[in-house]
């Protein structure tokens, strides 16, 4: 089991930036691939970024890509989501999961993939 916790959601206005965080706790945060996703209101869950076990590799989706940067610290067991030139289209729910998985480069942008979900953390950007 492990468990995630997201921080560092907020207002921010349109072209600002800001970052949100997830620690893991419950078990070895390296063995765990990363992925996060976000929500909007009366929208389905959308693939925002995912980084392997080792950070070696971050895979976006095609509306962030430039735009937001996805890292890891797992000598803190966390993962870091940059957002950067925000836009009132990013305003979510913005969710961290957890997966462990030999085959994470073909099934990153699944939320079915994950096994592990935060509660969350609202970003809000004003236009």
């Known amino acids: 089991q492990v468990q995630l916790v997201e921080s560092g959601g907020g207002l921010v206005q349109a072209g600002g930036s800001l970052t949100v965080s997830c620690v893991a706790s419950g078990r070895t945060f390296s063995m765990f691939s990363m992925g996060w996703f976000r929500q909007a209101p009366g929208k389905q869950r959308e693939f925002v970024a995912a980084i392997t076990r080792n950070g070696v590799n971050q895979y976006y989706g095609d509306r962030v890509k430039g735009r937001f940067t996805i890292s890891r610290d797992n000598a803190k067991n966390t993962v870091y989501l940059q957002m950067s030139s925000l836009k009132a289209e990013d305003t979510a729910i913005y969710y961290c999961?957890?997966?462990?998985?030999?085959?994470?480069?073909?099934?990153?942008?699944?939320?079915?993939?994950?096994?592990?979900w935060g509660q969350g953390t609202q970003v809000t950007v004003s236009s």
């Open positions: 999961a957890a997966v462990v998985s030999t085959r994470f480069s073909a099934t990153y942008y699944y939320e079915t993939t994950y096994d592990y």
